[in-house]
């Protein structure tokens, strides 16, 4: 890990880092048909069959198509790693949205085609609810990030559970039916949040490299921290809010087609730890 990598663990905060009614019934009874006697006819034999292999496989091919979808339930593990692994790297951006920088983002992205998990702001989502759409909208992934970005560090869980369901009804007020897969602390500092998290059906996520976003050293050394840092399989921590992002997103813009042509693929966290 080089100068820039800020390794997120449980307890370990990072610096200032700013989820039916039955079948009717019938109502007559038609009466049986005396079958012929003697063996079935061939085709009315072969008809049978069919429906046998039908009715034995429906179960099967039914369980594949309501079986989890997303990797079963959330667990309390800590996510910092890609997907699919390799090399692969997932962005990320706390803090947003931001009437500036997340729609700068959001352009950026949508002309490179990456997708990202946007980790919103309770208070930011309520003060700009028309953005957490564009974001969907585009395609992207969505993170809790608490309300009011407070350190929940030695909150207890009834305290962080009213937190996480508030900010996640503030999310889907501004839009609704929209999936919240993770959930992401404020500052890095855990607590008792992961456990709480998972039982809301929200995945932890962590990260592998914080590059210093929070406090703008330049476009140069933002691009520079990324390329020293990145490590295949990582989940990556940046900001579209919280302050002036404007260097992370030109940073963004910059650093996307440059790790393409190195053979890095953009990949989504992975679903669970």
């Not at 989820?19 to 006819?41: D, F, I, N, Q, V």
């Not at 990556?236 to 190195?262: C, F, N």
């Amino acid at each position: 890990m080089t100068r820039s990598a800020t390794r997120n663990e449980a307890g370990g905060p990072g610096r200032n880092e700013t989820r039916g009614p039955g079948t009717p019934r019938r109502t007559g009874r038609p009466r049986a048909r005396r079958r012929p006697a003697g063996p079935l006819p061939l085709v009315t034999a072969l008809c049978l069959t069919a429906v046998a292999v039908t009715a034995a496989t429906a179960p099967a091919a039914q369980a594949h198509r309501s079986g989890p979808s997303h990797g079963g339930k959330a667990t309390a593990a800590i996510v910092d790693s890609t997907r699919h692994g390799g090399d692969t790297v997932a962005l990320t951006f706390d803090d947003g949205p931001d009437p500036d920088d997340t729609p700068r983002l959001l352009r950026v992205l949508r002309e490179q085609r990456v997708k990202a998990v946007f980790c919103l702001w309770g208070d930011h989502v309520e003060e700009h609810p028309e953005l957490v759409r564009k974001i969907v909208a585009g395609g992207h992934t969505l993170c809790n990030h608490s309300m009011h970005h407070d350190d929940m560090g030695a909150w207890s869980e009834e305290e962080i559970r009213a937190d996480l369901l508030r900010t996640s009804a503030a999310i889907r007020k501004a839009a609704p039916g929209a999936r919240i897969p993770y959930f992401r602390a404020p500052y890095g500092s855990w607590g008792k949040s992961p456990e709480v998290a998972a039982g809301l059906g929200m995945q932890p996520l962590g990260w592998r490299l914080a590059v210093g976003d929070w406090d703008p050293p330049g476009t140069e050394e933002l691009v520079s921290r990324l390329e020293e840092g990145i490590t295949p399989g990582a989940v990556v921590l940046l900001h579209d809010g919280g302050g002036d992002r404007s260097q992370t997103v030109e940073a963004v813009e910059r650093i996307i087609p440059k790790l393409r042509s190195e053979g890095w693929r953009f990949d989504r966290p992975a679903r669970r730890g």
